[in-house]
Nanobody
Framework: QVKLVESGGGLVQPGGSLRLSCAAS????????MAWYRQTPEKQRELVAK???????NYAESVKGRFAISRDNAKNAVYLQMNSLKSEDTAVYYC?????????????WGQGTQVTVPS
């Protein structure tokens, strides 16, 4: 089992920045990739950014050039630096981890952290 705990959400004005953090604990040796997703009441949960153990990253088109995902393996943490925030970035952001071990393909989720960018 893997436990994920997000932090860093909040209210920020358009054009501002926030940094989300996600701390992983438990069977972290089985994680092969970590990601950030977001969801609003009007939309399905969508992938924002993903990073593999090898450091490969991919981003949603809507955040390319503004957001950056990174990992600190020593701290078992993943971060999402969000710059030039827009009102459409308002959502609950979830940390995600993909299991590549005994529970191959299983995805773990954090509880979510709210990011609000007023229009």
């Amino acid at each position: 089992q893997v436990k994920l705990v997000e932090s860093g959400g909040g209210l920020v004005q358009p054009g501002g920045s926030l940094r989300l953090s996600c701390a992983a604990s438990g069977s972290i040796f089985s994680i092969i990739a970590m990601a950030w997703y977001r969801q609003t009441p009007e939309k399905q949960r969508e992938l924002v950014a993903k990073i593999t153990n090898g450091g490969d990253t991919n981003y949603a088109e809507s955040v390319k050039g503004r957001f950056a995902i990174s990992r600190d393996n020593a701290k078992n943490a993943v971060y999402l630096q969000m710059n030039s925030l827009k009102s459409e970035d308002t959502a609950v952001y979830y940390c995600n981890a993909e299991d590549g071990g005994a529970n191959w393909g299983y995805e773990y989720w954090g509880q979510g952290t709210q990011v609000t960018v007023p229009s």
